[in-house]
């Protein structure tokens, strides 16, 4: 396979991204730091793709379930990272040279040659603080069906492991969110196997190696996790922990937090019924959802009254997600004790002193 060229990556720009969360599409990867890299020739780049993603597209029946495999070599500094994205599989990657930042759900790891990562589909994640260092990355992105922490994995027909052995390696997946291990020999062999397949995709029994390899890697993590684990956390994988990882993003996220929602559209988002939802919003927040929805908007419109004076009250009130501006002051009154219009004033008054 050659190197990636503007050519072979239009099929990775063109493609609407399978991961949806409503309209939250920054959580969608569309690897645009990635295509502008492989354009400008700032690294050397090897890949096989289904979808959205940057490589030389495959058949969505060769390898079921493997939406992205492949690597790149950057070498020297590099003026470019990725963006926070999400996948819509689990992404596994290896550094074999090089030191790069890696941040997943907030937290930044210094990546060292040697080392793997480990993502799910809800962990927001990305290479580089802000820009990737120099060296050699491999990864995979492995569509197991799974979007929520607490539903079922289902592995691809290719995967040989025993039963009990996929079993316990699902059970190591989904009870632990540590995003960095240290990779083991065979590890690393398995990735320059792999690396060494996509690079000849044309030839003969290419497919057949992939999957050899491809289960090979999954044992060997199965074992490095086996060493490496040093707990286990069944809650990681409940329906509370959904909905935890939800809030979250309402709480955290404007773009979430105003779009049109619903009790029953919320409950769906989570993939669970309204009145399981609703307990575990209580749990968790200790208020309903709705009422939880109100007050993260609210929060958000009282930083942009602050902030940007500009904007009129009932600008704001609409980009918060609030059908009124009517119905906007009622609920603003009753969280902040003052009316819009007050509480702008006190905030600019604050500012002169």
Known sequence: MQNCSAKNIEHGVSTKPTYQARNASYEIDRCEPQNRAIETGKILFHALTKGHYPGTPVPENILSGLSSIGFWNAGGA???????????????????TGTMFFVADG???????????ITRPWQLHKLGAPNIGPGRLHWLIIDVGVRRPHQNWNWPAWMVLTKDDLAELTRKLRHNENPVWNATPAITHS?????RTVEVWNRP????????NLNQLFLGILDALSEQQTHETPDLTSRQRTVELFLHEVENNPAI????WT?????????????AFSKYCRELVNSGPMEYLNRCRLE??????????????????????????????TRFRQHFQMSPSRFV?????AGKK
């Open 345 to 349: 004033l006190k905030a600019n008054e």
């Open 107 to 117: 937290k930044k790891y210094n990546l060292r040659a040697g080392q793997f990562t």
């Open 205 to 212: 029994h290419a497919v057949s190696r992939l999957a050899t």
């Open 263 to 275: 009790i029953n559209s919320m409950a769906e988002h989570c993939g669970m019924g309204v009145t």
């Open 257 to 260: 937090s105003r779009e049109l």
């Open 191 to 195: 990735f320059r196997e792999l690396a």
């Open 300 to 329: 958000f419109a009282a930083q942009q009254l602050r902030g940007k004076p500009g904007l009129s009250i009932t600008e704001i009130a609409l980009a918060s997600g609030f059908n009124s501006s009517q119905y906007f002051a």
């Open 78 to 96: 590099q003026d470019w990272g990725e963006n926070p994205h999400r996948n819509e599989g689990v992404e596994i990657t290896f550094l074999e």
